[in-house]
T-cell receptor, first 114, second 115 residues
Framework: SAVISQKPSRDICQRGTSLTIQCQVDSQVTMMFWYRQQPGQSLTLIATANQGSEATYESGFVIDKFPISRPNLTFSTLTVSNMSPEDSSIYLC???????????FGPGTRLTVL | AQKVTQAQTEISVVEKEDVTLDCVYETRDTTYYLFWYKQPPSGELVFLIRRNSFDEQNEISGRYSWNFQKSTSSFNFTITASQVVDSAVYFCALSEATGFQKLVFGTGTRLLVSP
């Protein structure tokens, strides 16, 4: 199966600051996805990052708050900007890969905002 | 719009019992994919299965089996002879078969297996 890594695995941040989360995939992929999982909740898609183009954001998520970079086919970053306690969540990146185009997830970044 | 419903919020069973997790979906697409993921207490999301909408064959993998019924828009997951290590939150998800194929998740079912 695919290997997707994320850094940092967890962080505690102060209100008003920004955090950049990195996602590395062990093979080249076209699409990468960023999801948010608020405490005790399901996963919600933030945006789709297609290499070579601007990320596509879902309703309720904006680029100013969650800027995404996709510099190559194996890497992406998500920045959570001007954080508030409501941003405390697990952030997961995902990529579609494998023989049957399965979607695999990274281990997640647990973010706590004080 | 696509939607996934997992009506069971939490299920508690005793080890060795069989348990079925329900998943009902809504989509206007004629082709689509259905998924099940497991999220143990450690938090990572583990891929279990992907099913194409035109393949209604049931699937078995060890103690796991999946029943796909297109007529009732359901994709249920059964664990046979449950074990404590099966304790986790299980998510059912749906994606379009073309385009971005982004996942729409259900709310999850928390399974507690006690010894």
């Amino acid at each position: 199966s695919a290997v997707i890594s994320q850094k940092p695995s967890r962080d505690i941040c102060q209100r008003g600051t920004s955090l950049t989360i990195q996602c590395q995939v062990d093979s080249q992929v076209t699409m990468m996805f960023w999801y948010r999982q608020q405490p005790g909740q399901s996963l919600t898609l933030i945006a789709t990052a297609n290499q070579g183009s601007e990320a596509t954001y879902e309703s309720g998520f904006v680029i100013d708050k969650f800027p995404i970079s996709r510099p190559n086919l194996t890497f992406s970053t998500l920045t959570v900007s001007n954080m508030s306690p409501e941003d405390s969540s697990i952030y997961l990146c995902s990529a579609r890969m494998g023989s049957y185009n399965e979607q695999f997830f990274g281990p997640g970044t647990r973010l706590t905002v004080l | 719009a696509q939607k996934v419903t997992q009506a069971q919020t939490e299920i508690s069973v005793v080890e060795k019992e069989d348990v079925t997790l329900d998943c009902v979906y809504e989509t206007r697409d004629t082709t689509y994919y259905l998924f099940w993921y497991k999220q143990p207490p450690s938090g990572e999301l583990v891929f279990l299965i992907r099913r194409n909408s035109f393949d209604e064959q049931n699937e078995i993998s060890g103690r796991y089996s999946w029943n796909f019924q297109k007529s009732t828009s359901s994709f249920n997951f059964t664990i046979t002879a449950s074990q404590v290590v099966d304790s986790a939150v299980y998510f059912c998800a749906l994606s379009e078969a073309t385009g971005f194929q982004k996942l729409v998740f259900g709310t999850g079912t928390r399974l507690l297996v006690s010894p």
